[in-house]
């Protein structure tokens, strides 16, 4: 069975800095896909960046990026030039490839910004 | 304008009784999920449903029902054979094709607690 692991239960930075969520996964599939998902305090979910695990190159959402570390398991949310409308929990998911649209979630990490 | 919605945005349940959860959406996605999300954890699939008149178990489906005889909308069940059903419920919807473009877009929510 697949599973997600977000190390950091709570993390903080400046407006205007950069920060780095972090997301550790274990499959034994080669094509999956990979999500951050956002959810500010109106519990909202909205997805923020999506990576195919076929693509070698890191998916970019203005602000937002990813490092996709295939050989490590690794899928980091990079968020660049912090708003105070960034403070959220966000969430890291996995979704097999193919046979289904289970995602399989992480337990999340709080995000606060500092003005 | 196209989206989903979930209904009531609170809901209270006595002991013994069954409640139902209303999701519905407009943007013409053939597969619906159920999540439900607890204090610290992350999200969990209860059901889900790829087609009309089909449905999947998820992970922590005992004590839940559901049914999906319409296109836009998969109502949830919570029995009373579910023990502990204080928790914030989340409906999602994602288009069955074309490949790789299943992302799951999410309601807003209800929070059910027991009283």
């Known amino acids: 069975a697949q599973t997600v692991t977000q190390s950091q239960p709570e993390m903080s930075v400046q407006e205007a800095e950069t920060v780095t969520l972090s997301c550790t996964y274990d499959t034994s599939e080669s094509d999956y896909y990979l999500f951050w998902y956002k959810q500010p305090p109106s519990r909202q979910m909205i997805l923020v960046i999506r990576q195919e695990a076929y693509k070698q190159q890191n998916a970019t959402e203005n602000r937002f990026s990813v490092n996709f570390q295939k050989a490590a398991k690794s899928f980091s949310l990079k968020i660049s030039d912090s708003q105070l409308g960034d403070a959220a929990m966000y969430f890291c998911?996995?979704?097999?490839?193919?046979?289904?649209?289970?995602?399989?979630f992480g337990a999340g990490t709080i995000l606060r910004v500092k003005s | 304008d196209g989206g989903i919605t979930q209904s009531p945005k609170y809901l209270f349940r006595k002991e013994g009784q069954n409640v139902t959860l209303s999701c519905e959406q407009n943007l013409n996605h053939d597969a619906m999920y159920w999540y439900r999300q607890d204090p610290g954890q992350g999200l969990r699939l209860i059901y889900y449903s790829q087609i009309v008149n089909d449905f999947q178990k998820g992970d922590i489906a005992e004590g839940y029902s559901v049914s999906r005889e319409k296109k836009e909308s998969f109502p949830l069940t919570v029995t009373s054979a579910q023990k502990n059903p204080t928790a914030f419920y989340l409906c999602?919807?994602?288009?069955?094709?074309?490949?790789?473009?299943?992302?799951?877009?999410f309601g807003p929510g209800t929070r059910l607690l027991v009283l």
């Open positions: 999602a919807s994602s288009p069955r094709r074309p490949a790789g473009q299943e992302t799951q877009y």
């Open positions: 998911a996995y979704r097999r490839y193919t046979g289904g649209n289970k995602l399989v």
